[in-house]
């Protein structure tokens, strides 16, 4: 079983800027990743990092997000930039099988491990 436990999130203007960190307990070697969902929308994977380092993005990340780990494994943390407000969403963090992609996140986690998620709302 891991434990994932989201923070940081909150309510910035647009082009604002919020880092979203997850406590993993404990890291056994998983793709660790973020994912958001949206009111009446389905879920989206936003970026992961691979047990061997691999980073993948969204392509509506475009350059803004940076996924990052410590060198323990047991914090996960997304740095977003330049918020939009279709940024706004609930965002999970997701320990998943390794090789999973951004692009695969939002499905592949129904097989792995989420956490409650933090709401980030971006206002114009």
């Known amino acids: 079983q891991v434990q994932l436990a989201e923070s940081g999130g909150g309510s910035v203007q647009s082009g604002g800027s919020l880092r979203l960190s997850c406590t993993v307990r404990p890291y056994r070697g998983h793709c660790m990743g973020w994912f958001r969902q949206a009111p009446g929308k389905e879920r989206e994977g936003v970026a992961t990092?691979?047990?061997?380092?691999?980073?993948t993005y969204a392509d509506f990340v475009q350059g803004r997000f940076t996924i990052s780990q410590d060198n323990f494994r047991t914090e996960l943390h997304l740095q977003m930039n330049s918020l939009k407000p279709e940024d706004t969403a609930m965002y999970y963090c997701?320990?998943?099988?390794?090789?999973?992609?951004?692009?695969?996140?939002?499905?592949?986690?129904?097989?792995?491990?989420r956490g409650q998620g933090t709401q980030v709302t971006v206002s114009s």
């Open positions: 990092i691979d047990d061997d380092g691999t980073i």
């Open positions: 997701a320990a998943v099988r390794r090789g999973a992609t951004a692009q695969n996140l939002g499905e592949v986690v129904d097989w792995g491990y």
